[in-house]
T-cell receptor
Framework: SAVISQKPSRDICQRGTSLTIQCQVD?????MFWYRQQPGQSLTLIAT?????????ESGFVIDKFPISRPNLTFSTLTVSNMSPEDSSIYLC???????????FGPGTRLTVT | GQQVMQIPQYQHVQEGEDFTTYCNSS?????IQWYKQRPGGHPVFLIQ?????EVKKQKRLTFQFGEAKKNSSLHITATQTTDVGTYFC???????????FGTGTQLKVEL
């Protein structure tokens, strides 16, 4: 498995502002992912973040709104830009161990936009 | 795009009763994974099934992958209060390289 931490664990932000969420892993991993989960709902993949290349975004998510950085094999950030109340959600990062497709999730960041 | 549906959406059982959740994909999967998310927690990996018709057991949990690799099930025997949470299946495949999560089944266990 992997030990994953996320900062902040929660935040309340005003509309129009931006928040950067950090994800730190205790060992080097190739694949990192960012998900969004509305309360009581399933997980929706935002993007895949690979070190040394631009993130790959899923349909409905764009780089201008959710810029992602992946400076090394143990760290990634997701920024939620120009926030609106519709961005209120839990944001989760996850990692995949090379070759086995199993994903391990961080504790999540609960974001409320007012 | 690929869709993964689960039924039921909710299940409320008495402790000791059995529980089953079913997972159906709109496309053929290369593998299927199951995750458990406790209330207020994050998804935790349980198991991965790869082969057609595969059955795996973890203590009271039995996981099955359909012959056509488009459906799966999770059966819990004699539920306990520690089984409370939402169970997600997640499918990998359909030509893509990402995991698509199912809609989830929320299990509540009453004493």
């Amino acid at each position: 498995s992997a030990v994953i931490s996320q900062k902040p664990s929660r935040d309340i932000c005003q509309r129009g502002t931006s928040l950067t969420i950090q994800c730190q892993v205790d060992s080097q991993v190739t694949m990192m992912f960012w998900y969004r989960q509305q309360p009581g709902q399933s997980l929706t993949l935002i993007a895949t973040a690979n070190q040394g290349s631009e993130a790959t975004y899923e349909s409905g998510f764009v780089i201008d709104k959710f810029p992602i950085s992946r400076p090394n094999l143990t760290f990634s950030t997701l920024t939620v830009s120009n926030m609106s109340p519709e961005d209120s959600s839990i944001y989760l990062c996850s990692v995949e161990r090379a070759g086995n497709y199993e994903q391990y999730f961080g504790p999540g960041t609960r974001l409320t936009v007012t | 795009g690929q869709q993964v549906m689960q039924i039921p959406q909710y299940q409320h059982v008495q402790e000791g009763e059995d529980f089953t959740t079913y997972c159906n994909s709109s496309t053929t999967l290369s593998n299927i994974q199951w995750y458990k998310q406790r209330p207020g927690g994050h998804p935790v990996f349980l198991i991965q099934l790869v082969k057609s018709g595969e059955v795996k057991k973890q203590k009271r949990l039995t996981f099955q992958f359909g012959e056509a690799k488009k459906n799966s099930s999770l059966h819990i025997t004699a539920t306990q209060t520690t089984d409370v949470g939402t169970y997600f299946c997640a499918g990998f495949g359909g030509g893509g390289n990402k995991l698509t999560f199912g809609t989830g089944t929320q299990l509540k266990v009453e004493l």
